[in-house]
T-cell receptor
Framework: EAQVTQNPRYLITVTGKKLTVTCSQNMNHEYMSWYRQDPGLGLRQIYYSMNVEVTDKGDVPEGYKVSRKEKRNFPLILESPSPNQTSLYFC????????????FGQGTRLTVV | AQSVTQLGSHVSVSEGALVLLRCNYSSSVPPYLFWYVQYPNQGLQLLLKYTSAATLVKGINGFEAEFKKSETSFHLTKPSAHMSDAAEYFCAVTPGNTGKLIFGQGTTLQVKP
């Protein structure tokens, strides 16, 4: 089954404790991205990657890191989480940046206390 | 800068009534336009997309949307609401071939029996 898999689905952590949210897709897509969803703001892009070893900032990259060492994986790293990063996070993948029909993961609800 | 505005954060209709969710966009280049649906505790699922082939786009679950360039609108409609349509709906635009999705704030659709 074609899918984007995120882990964990739910996470509660403390301020400053490094964490990683994993994202994996099995569709051989080139383009992957991370979004955060906040009430009243819709989804905002954090980072994106057009291919292996190619990543770039989206609209709200502060406090986040990503890497793309393999085509299928695109982890999101919070080196020192803060309460304002409490949010619902989605990973998405697309065949390429032109078709842009994005496939989304189930989401990760992160709470930073 | 490109943007998307969804008019009405909450829309309530009776079962069997017309559904109309409004979306206006601003884009300096011909855009690709999308409607996504998010059911509770799930990721986003593509409803339909406009890629300049036809101005009236039909999607899944009986939804359709009409691209009106003169009004910079892409409103989503369904003739008869079903209880299962209750969800959050997002309009999104990607200008040109950037691959980036710019989302509206979202509209929560409530369907009353």
């Amino acid at each position: 089954e074609a899918q984007v898999t995120q882990n964990p689905r739910y996470l509660i952590t403390v301020t400053g404790k490094k964490l990683t949210v994993t994202c994996s897709q099995n569709m051989n897509h080139e383009y992957m991205s991370w979004y955060r969803q906040d009430p009243g703001l819709g989804l905002r892009q954090i980072y994106y990657s057009m291919n292996v070893e190619v990543t770039d900032k989206g609209d709200v990259p502060e406090g986040y890191k990503v890497s793309r060492k393999e085509k299928r994986n695109f982890p999101l790293i919070l080196e020192s989480p803060s309460p304002n990063q409490t949010s619902l996070y989605f990973c998405a993948s697309s065949p390429d940046r032109v078709s842009t029909e994005a496939f989304f993961g189930q989401g990760t609800r992160l709470t930073v206390v | 800068a490109q943007s998307v505005t969804q008019l009405g954060s909450h829309v309530s209709v009776s079962e069997g009534a017309l559904v109309l969710l409004r979306c206006n966009y601003s884009s300096s280049v011909p855009p690709y336009l999308f409607w996504y649906v998010q059911y509770p505790n799930q990721g986003l699922q593509l409803l339909l997309k406009y890629t300049s082939a036809a101005t009236l786009v039909k999607g899944i679950n009986g939804f359709e949307a009409e691209f009106k360039k003169s009004e910079t609108s892409f409103h989503l409609t369904k003739p008869s609401a079903h209880m299962s349509d209750a969800a959050e709906y997002f309009c999104a635009v990607t200008p040109g071939n950037t691959g980036k999705l710019i989302f509206g704030q979202g509209t929560t659709l409530q369907v009353k029996p």
